[in-house]
């Protein structure tokens, strides 16, 4: 037997696949429920990957098969619907799709119940975890690079698809939360929720984050963010960070690494570094869950900080001045966004 039961809420065409085959690569965890509301759908999931019960109700999933720790796989606008009945039926851990939210008043209530939840929940940004990522973070961390000086991140999509893994890659270098953002956004195209996936956000962001130690990092998430990976929209993600004595630089299929004009660099497979990041991710949360000091580096109150840079950003393009963080958020902003962006 496995110490841990898991389990997936929606396992459509999407990243349930990635989060169960990860169960290939984690030994202290079985994937034993899934739910999801399309008959067929969870029924020829759980064949395929041998999951012995499935569930068309998640509330029913909590109390039959009491996972220990549950995959949120579901739009944003009923996660914290998932953390509520988590909570109260004593469910012990969620790891919860990106991003966490969409704008301030939703923002808002996570918060609030943060601040009073026993529920331990971390945010699925596993790339946090690809031992590609840990290597180049642990070089930074070690000082191998000096004294950190500026960060250079992107992303592909929008800042609700991929602009928090962005932000989160920031803070695995730089744990310490930006003090202020300047930002500016284009294109209202993203906006709308043609597919129903509901990842609204304008279509381009370029940011400015100010740290208290003077680092500053540039974030861009869009069409206008660098083209490094393959043909694909998602395909693109990148950070780089600079320091006094070189630099470190990932993207989602290569490396560079340069320390006193000595240049080393090399490629990956992402796939490759997914399936094993998926799987570093969850057993982290195991950690967690058996060491109450071994606090999950993706932990809710993490997310909650990423997300309020997000809004700081949506707020200073709007008012076009400099926004100090943590902010409040205004309520309407996405309203606000559309007026502006047409």
């Given at each position: 037997m496995s110490d841990?039961k898991c389990?997936?809420?929606g396992v459509?065409q999407?990243?349930?696949?990635?989060l169960a085959?990860a169960y290939?690569?984690?030994?202290?965890?079985e994937l034993?429920?899934v739910?999801a509301?399309t008959?067929?759908?969870?029924e020829?999931f759980a064949?395929?990957?041998?999951?012995p019960?499935?569930?068309a109700?998640?509330?029913?999933m909590?109390?039959?098969?009491r996972?220990?720790?549950?995959?949120v796989n579901?739009?944003p606008?009923v996660r914290?619907?998932?953390m509520?009945a988590a909570?109260?039926?004593?469910?012990?851990?969620?790891?919860?799709e990106?991003?966490?939210?969409?704008?301030?008043?939703d923002?808002?209530?996570i918060?609030?119940?943060?601040?009073d939840?026993?529920?331990?929940?971390?945010?699925n940004h596993?790339l946090?975890f690809?031992p590609?990522?840990?290597?180049l973070?642990?070089?930074v961390?070690n000082?191998?690079?000096?004294?950190?000086r500026?960060i250079?991140?992107s992303c592909?999509?929008?800042l609700?698809y991929q602009?928090?893994?962005?932000?989160q890659?920031?803070g695995?270098?730089h744990?310490?939360p930006p003090?202020?953002?300047?930002?500016q956004?284009s294109?209202?195209e993203?906006?709308?929720?043609?597919?129903?996936?509901?990842h609204?956000a304008?279509d381009?962001?370029?940011?400015?984050l100010?740290?208290?130690?003077?680092v500053?990092?540039?974030l861009?998430?869009?069409?206008t963010a660098?083209?490094v990976g393959?043909?694909t929209?998602n395909?693109?993600k990148?950070i780089a960070v600079?320091?006094t004595?070189g630099?470190?630089?990932?993207?989602m299929?290569?490396?560079?690494?340069g320390?006193d004009?000595k240049?080393?660099?090399?490629?990956h497979?992402?796939?490759?570094?997914?399936?094993?990041g998926?799987a570093?991710m969850?057993?982290?949360m195991?950690?967690w869950?058996?060491?109450?000091t071994?606090t999950?580096?993706?932990?809710?109150d993490?997310?909650?900080?990423?997300?309020?840079?997000?809004?700081?950003?949506y707020?200073s393009?709007l008012e076009?001045?400099?926004?100090?963080l943590p902010?409040?958020?205004s309520?309407?902003?996405?309203?606000?966004?559309r007026?502006r962006?047409?």
């Open positions: 841990y389990a997936i809420i459509g999407n990243r349930a696949r990635g085959a290939t690569h984690i030994s202290r965890g034993v429920a739910s509301r008959d067929e759908v969870r020829a064949a395929e990957y041998s999951v019960s499935h569930f109700d998640y509330q029913e909590f109390e039959k098969a996972p220990d720790v549950v995959h579901t739009p606008d914290l619907d998932i509520v909570q109260e039926a004593g469910i012990p851990a969620l790891i919860v990106k991003p966490l939210a969409i704008q301030g008043e923002y808002r209530e918060q609030q119940f943060a601040a939840a026993s529920l331990k929940v971390c945010i596993q946090h690809h590609r990522r840990v290597e973070q642990d070089h961390a000082g191998e690079i000096g004294e950190i500026f250079d991140a592909g999509m929008n609700a602009g928090t893994h962005t932000l890659a920031i695995a270098f744990p310490d003090t202020s953002v300047f930002g956004v294109g209202s993203g906006l709308s929720d043609p597919r129903g996936k509901k609204l304008p381009s962001t370029l940011a400015i100010n740290f208290a130690d003077g500053q990092a540039t861009q998430s869009g069409e660098p083209k393959r043909e929209i395909t693109h990148r600079h320091g004595r630099y470190v630089h990932w993207t299929w290569g490396w560079e690494i320390i004009g240049t080393t660099s090399g490629s497979e992402y796939p490759d570094e997914d399936i094993l998926q570093g969850t057993e982290a195991f950690a869950l058996e060491d109450d071994q999950h580096p993706l932990n809710l993490s997310a909650l900080t990423d997300f309020n840079t997000v809004l700081g950003i707020t393009a076009h001045r400099v926004v100090d902010l409040t958020p309520d309407g902003l996405f309203e606000a966004l007026r962006l047409g």
